[in-house]
C-alpha cells in the first residue's frame, strides 16, 4: 500500500529540517564525481580539462575503485592523495575492500582495521561512537564524509534518504511511493521511470531490501 498523498507531503516538509538519523556521511565540501559539474572538476588543480572530460564520460562510477583506476593513469600517486581530499566516491562500510578504504585520505592501518572491526553498521550514529573510541570528533567528522551506511527501502525515515547525495524532493517522494519494496528489482524498475539506467544505478548503491522482513 503506498503512502497517501496528503500523508507523503506533510512528510516530505519535515526531511529538510532533521537529518539527525541521516545515513551518508556529512559532506564538507567533499566532490562527488558523479555529480560535479565539468567546470567544478576542472577547478581542482590536479585535474586538467581533458582529464574533467575523461571523468565526466567514465560516469557513473559505482565503487572508489572505479575512478582510481581512472585516475591512475594520468596522476602520481602524490597528486591523487591531494585529490582525494577534494574528489571521492563515498563507500560502503560494510562491504568496501580494505585496499579502497585506504583511500580515504589520513586513515592509516589502524583506523582501516578499526572501519573493518565493527561491521556490520547498522547507523551512522554506530560510526561515529565506535571511531570516536580512536580518533577526535573533528576526525570522526572529516572520515564520515567519505561513506555510508545502506538505507533499508522499507524502514528508512525521509531525512535519511535525503541525505543520499544527488536526492532532491522529487525522487525523494519517489523512494516513498513505491513502498514496500518487495526485491531491488522493483526499485529498478519503478526508479527507471523518472531517471536513466546510469542514475538508478548510482542511486542503488546506497539502498537495500530486506527482504527477510517481508
Known sequence: MTLSRSLLAATLCLFVASTVNAQVGKNQHLLNPNLATQDDLSALPEISPDLAKKIIDGRPFL??????????????????????????????LNTEKKEVIGLIPGIGKRMIHEFEEYRPYKAMAQFRREMGKYVDKETVAKFEQYVFVPLDLNKA????????????????????EYRPY??????????????SKDEVARLERYVFVDTKSL
Open 63 to 92: 565503487g572508489m575503485d572505479k575512478l582510481h583506476a581512472l585516475l591512475s593513469g594520468s596522476l602520481s600517486s602524490e597528486q591523487m592523495k591531494k585529490i582525494y581530499l577534494k574528489l571521492f566516491v563515498p563507500i560502503n
Open 182 to 195: 518487495k526485491a531491488m528489482a522493483q526499485f529498478r524498475r519503478e526508479m527507471g521511470k523518472y531517471v
Open 157 to 176: 525515515k525521509p531525512e535519511d534518504f535525503a541525505t543520499i547525495p544527488g536526492v532532491g524532493k522529487k525522487m525523494l517522494h519517489e523512494f516513498m
